[in-house]
């Protein structure tokens, strides 16, 4: 069976946790702390959408990465400031959903990011395990979404670039 670990087990990675160990294809465990391991702990993984609740056995949960052991894939689903925790887990692959429809330009989300944003938040993911891996999924405005490819793909070479992107 497939260990998956589920690093930042808050909205979205509570949400993906909970439907992965209740699919029965991976044991699913979590490095998490505070309240969120306490629950974890307690009553496993947990999801409600509408009347439904859907429950599953958290495989392991742990605030400490060595307790753990060995995960197949670990996704990340944290705040800048948890990165220390996952550079100690050290992971095979890191595998990251690049979505770009935060920029300021999107016209669905517009959280206010500009193209250095996405480059610096690649910077800090360089040298955690075998990757980063980026996999394209999301970015409405075109312009908006050249410049930060462009400006990511640039963090991932480790070269520094002279361009200014949108």
């Given at each position: 069976m497939l260990k998956v670990c589920v690093v930042g087990a808050g909205a979205?990675?509570?949400f993906l946790g909970t439907r992965l160990a209740a699919a029965g294809e991976a044991s699913v465990a979590a490095l998490a702390r505070g309240a969120t391991l306490v629950a974890l702990r307690d009553h496993g993984w947990?999801?409600?959408?509408?009347?439904?609740?859907?429950?599953a056995p958290a495989a392991t949960a742990s605030d400490d990465p060595h307790a753990l052991g060995p995960q197949d894939l670990i996704i990340l689903t944290v705040k800048g400031q948890a990165?220390?925790?996952?550079r100690d887990f050290d992971p095979g692959l890191l595998l990251v959903s690049a979505g770009f429809d935060a920029?300021?330009?999107?016209?669905?989300c517009q959280l206010g990011l500009r193209a250095d944003a996405f480059a610096t938040m690649t910077?800090?993911?360089?040298g955690t395990g075998a990757g980063p891996v980026m996999v394209l999924e999301g970015g409405?405005?075109?312009t908006a979404l050249r410049g930060s490819v462009a400006?990511?793909?640039a963090a991932l070479s480790w070269a520094v670039s002279v361009h200014r992107f949108p």
């Open positions: 979205i990675g509570g947990r999801l409600q959408e509408g009347a439904t609740l859907l429950q990165l220390p925790a996952l920029h300021a330009a999107d016209p669905l910077r800090e993911l360089r409405y405005d075109l400006a990511t793909l």
